[in-house]
């Protein structure tokens, strides 16, 4: 099964992803160098008569499009439940193959790619 996790960079959880760096990474510099390029974000929005918002600070999500993106993303979702499943993941791609063992057959063959 091939799963799209659709807007998946705008869900990542700032603290969350804060508090899994710091368990990978030994250098608590390197986790606040990449923490204030992700979360140092902010936003207004400006309607149709051009008036425009304050400034709002995000307070979830990576910078898409970033090379950070993918690496904090894929900690992001480091730590998924085991399954017996094999799993393939990049980013906000994922992949999940499950073999029948009595078959002798993937899961996953004759199904194509379901985006």
Not at 52 to 72: D, E, I, M, W, Y
Request: hydrophobic share 35%; with cysteine; proline share 3%.
């Amino acid at each position: 099964m091939f799963v799209n996790l659709t807007v998946a960079d705008d869900t990542v959880w700032h603290l969350c992803l804060t508090c899994k760096l710091l368990r990978l990474l030994p250098e608590k510099h390197i986790v606040c160098m990449i923490m204030e390029m992700v979360g140092n974000r902010s936003y207004t929005l400006t309607t149709g008569n051009r008036k425009r918002s304050r400034l709002r600070r995000l307070k979830k999500g990576v910078p898409q499009r970033s090379v950070l993106a993918p690496f904090t993303f894929n900690i992001y979702i480091s730590d998924l439940p085991t399954t017996v499943s094999r799993k393939y993941a990049y980013a906000d791609d994922l992949a999940i193959m499950h073999s029948d063992a009595g078959s002798g057959r993937d899961a996953a063959q004759g199904h194509g790619n379901r985006k």
